[in-house]
């Protein structure tokens, strides 16, 4: 994976406008040669980016890109920290490494991640620009066990976030996807440290699709959709901070609350609630009609005879269909 130098991210901020940009008017901005463009462009497609290459008219990128703003997001976020990476390994690792220094709300965002983790441990698929990539530090007093159905609450933060910005019609998976029309649109993560009896500390990992290039399109293994799909993405810098905003107050109600004040919440946008599932849980599977969530996020499954069967971890997928 290439990274992302001073030079190649002002070749960047060059073609962002998605017009054709000549090798020669290119090499003069950044006083290198046309064959350097060149090597740097290619650099910028090991990266995610989709770019052009049209003889006699130069280089562009395929759709015009919005970069992701240090200056705007400390501004808007203050005086919570909003730490830009634009190429990283992960957000949530680089958070988990930054814990001793951080505040309750602090965010890391990013517009590449070269080692983003996805479900059971399978690679984040992570092109430049094309996600809303993002972690958040969160600490709750109460301890461990305090962190129950958190997944949950941030899933629904995130859509209302998402609904705040004009984008409805984004649904939940149990315990930690957002779906659009039946295919994932975002993963959470959640990774916590801490001790017996102390405080239990909180990394927040979240990868929303907004609109992925052709070519890393063929790379997911998975029905998968993208935020562009219900409208134009005019401004992605807002989208980080409606989702920042919306995370902070959900966690501060959760803090006071628990899971049991979104419960209504959840089963409104749940995908899955009333549909036939199955359970599985590593070799076990158990079938059944999900039902929603109860009153400490766990997941509810009616099975034939009318017994209720509460789950607290698992995967969950589709009756009769390949899992999801």
């Given at each position: 994976?290439?990274?992302?130098t001073?030079?190649?991210?002002?070749?960047?901020?060059l073609?962002?406008?998605?017009?054709f940009h000549s090798?020669e008017?290119?090499?003069?901005?950044l006083?290198?040669?046309?064959a350097?463009?060149?090597?740097?462009?290619q650099?910028?497609?090991?990266?995610g980016l989709?770019v052009?290459s049209?003889?006699g008219k130069?280089y562009?990128?395929?759709?015009?890109l919005q970069l992701?703003e240090?200056?705007?997001?400390?501004?808007?976020l203050?005086?919570?920290?909003?730490?830009l990476?634009?190429?990283?390994g992960?957000?949530n690792?680089?958070w988990?490494?930054?814990?001793?220094r951080l505040?309750?709300?602090?965010?890391?965002?990013?517009e590449?991640?070269?080692?983003?983790?996805?479900?059971?441990?399978?690679q984040?698929?992570?092109?430049?620009?094309?996600q809303?990539?993002m972690?958040?530090?969160?600490?709750l007093?109460?301890g461990?066990?305090?962190a129950?159905?958190l997944?949950?609450?941030?899933?629904?933060?995130?859509?209302?976030?998402?609904?705040?910005?004009?984008?409805?019609?984004v649904?939940l998976?149990?315990?930690n996807?957002?779906?659009?029309n039946?295919?994932?649109?975002?993963g959470i993560?959640?990774?916590?440290?801490g001790?017996?009896?102390g405080?239990?500390?909180l990394?927040?990992?979240?990868?929303?699709?907004?609109l992925?290039?052709?070519?890393?399109?063929?790379?997911?293994?998975?029905?998968?959709a993208?935020?562009?799909e219900l409208?134009?993405?005019?401004?992605r810098?807002?989208?980080?901070?409606?989702?920042?905003?919306?995370?902070?107050?959900?966690l501060?109600?959760f803090?006071?609350?628990?899971?049991?004040a979104f419960?209504?919440q959840?089963?409104?946008l749940?995908?899955?609630?009333g549909?036939?599932?199955?359970?599985?849980?590593?070799?076990?599977?158990?079938?059944?009609m999900?039902?929603?969530?109860?009153?400490?996020?766990?997941l509810?499954l009616?099975?034939?005879?009318?017994?209720?069967?509460?789950?607290?971890g698992?995967?969950i997928?589709?009756r009769?269909?390949?899992?999801?």
């Amino acid at each position: 994976m290439s990274e992302l130098t001073p030079l190649r991210e002002t070749l960047l901020r060059l073609l962002a406008d998605g017009q054709f940009h000549s090798g020669e008017q290119l090499g003069e901005r950044l006083s290198v040669s046309r064959a350097a463009v060149g090597k740097h462009v290619q650099a910028l497609k090991a990266l995610g980016l989709d770019v052009y290459s049209v003889s006699g008219k130069g280089y562009r990128l395929a759709v015009p890109l919005q970069l992701l703003e240090q200056r705007r997001l400390n501004e808007a976020l203050a005086p919570n920290r909003a730490e830009l990476v634009p190429v990283i390994g992960s957000t949530n690792q680089h958070w988990l490494d930054s814990l001793s220094r951080l505040e309750k709300g602090d965010i890391c965002v990013a517009e590449c991640q070269t080692a983003g983790r996805g479900r059971r441990g399978r690679q984040w698929i992570s092109p430049f620009g094309g996600q809303l990539i993002m972690s958040m530090y969160w600490r709750l007093e109460q301890g461990m066990a305090a962190a129950m159905g958190l997944s949950l609450v941030v899933g629904i933060a995130v859509v209302e976030a998402l609904e705040a910005q004009g984008f409805a019609g984004v649904q939940l998976k149990w315990p930690n996807d957002l779906y659009l029309n039946g295919r994932k649109l975002a993963g959470i993560l959640v990774e916590m440290s801490g001790t017996a009896g102390g405080p239990c500390q909180l990394v927040i990992g979240m990868g929303l699709n907004l609109l992925l290039p052709r070519t890393e399109q063929e790379r997911i293994d998975q029905p998968w959709a993208e935020l562009v799909e219900l409208g134009n993405i005019e401004d992605r810098n807002g989208l980080v901070i409606a989702v920042a905003e919306h995370l902070q107050r959900s966690l501060l109600l959760f803090e006071r609350e628990g899971i049991a004040a979104f419960r209504g919440q959840w089963n409104r946008l749940d995908y899955f609630n009333g549909k036939a599932v199955r359970v599985l849980m590593g070799e076990q599977q158990v079938q059944g009609m999900a039902r929603g969530i109860d009153a400490q996020g766990a997941l509810l499954l009616e099975l034939e005879n009318g017994e209720i069967k509460r789950f607290l971890g698992g995967e969950i997928s589709l009756r009769g269909e390949t899992q999801l």
